[in-house]
Structure formats: structure tokens, C-alpha cells
């Protein structure tokens, strides 16, 4: 399994981004999906999360109702939809793969990660 993060950039704060992982080698369609971000100094943190088939979702407190997460299993990807963003969102965020096909926010419940991508918030 390979998964491929990209997306991120240098925003202002209030801006949008849009990240997109996508899945090589893997059976992406049942497996649930999350993201992590992990800012410096740091440890990595839960941010969203998405069933096998786009039932269930799940969102950090600090991230929702910002914060969107999808999947489109014909193109193999998961998204994670960012607007109002704050400098507080700054951070490497990581695609992950779960062990099973329901949402779960524990970090030690995922296997396969991608390699991360750079989010800025500042103006």
C-alpha cells in the first residue's frame, strides 16, 4: 500500500485548502481513511476520518465544522476540505489507512501512512 498526501500550501488565515491522498497498491475501497496533522513540537493528532464507504465521519473538535472529509472510491483518493483556516492549523498532515473499515480516531488503529504534506496559515 502507498498513499500519496498532496495539497498543501501557504494560506492566510480565513483562506481554504483543499488536500487530496491518494491510495497505490491497496484495497482503498475497505478500509476507513483519516487524517493526522502534527505541528512542531508536537505529537501527531487526529483531525478527520471516514468509513469504508463514506457513512461515517469523525472531527477533531478543534477542526469542525471547518473541516471536511471525503472519498471517491472510483479514483481511489480521500480529500480533506480546509476553510476558515487559522494559524493554528499549521502543520505536516498525513493520510493514514485504518486496520478496519469503520471510523476510529485512534492513531495506533492505523497502518499505512502517507508521507505528509506542508500546511502554512499566515498572512
Known amino acids: 500500500v502507498q498513499l500519496q498526501a498532496f495539497g498543501g500550501g501557504l494560506v492566510q488565515p480565513g483562506g481554504s485548502l483543499r488536500l487530496s491522498c491518494a491510495e497505490s497498491?491497496?484495497?482503498?475501497?475497505?478500509?476507513?481513511m483519516g487524517w493526522f496533522r502534527q505541528a512542531p513540537g508536537k505529537e501527531r493528532e487526529f483531525v478527520a476520518a471516514?468509513?469504508?464507504?463514506?457513512?461515517?465521519?469523525a472531527y477533531a473538535d478543534p477542526v469542525k465544522g471547518r473541516f471536511t472529509i471525503s472519498r471517491d472510491s472510483a479514483k481511489n483518493t480521500v480529500y480533506l476540505q480546509m476553510k476558515e483556516l487559522k494559524p493554528e492549523d499549521t502543520a505536516i498532515y498525513y493520510c493514514?489507512?485504518?486496520?478496519?473499515?469503520?471510523?476510529?480516531?485512534?492513531?495506533?488503529?492505523?497502518?499505512?501512512w502517507g508521507q505528509g504534506t506542508l500546511v502554512t496559515v499566515s498572512s
Open positions: 493514514a489507512r485504518a486496520l478496519g473499515s469503520w471510523v476510529t480516531t485512534e492513531r495506533s488503529r492505523y497502518r499505512y
Open positions: 497498491r491497496g484495497t482503498f475501497s475497505n478500509n476507513a
Open positions: 471516514i468509513s469504508w464507504n463514506g457513512s461515517g465521519t
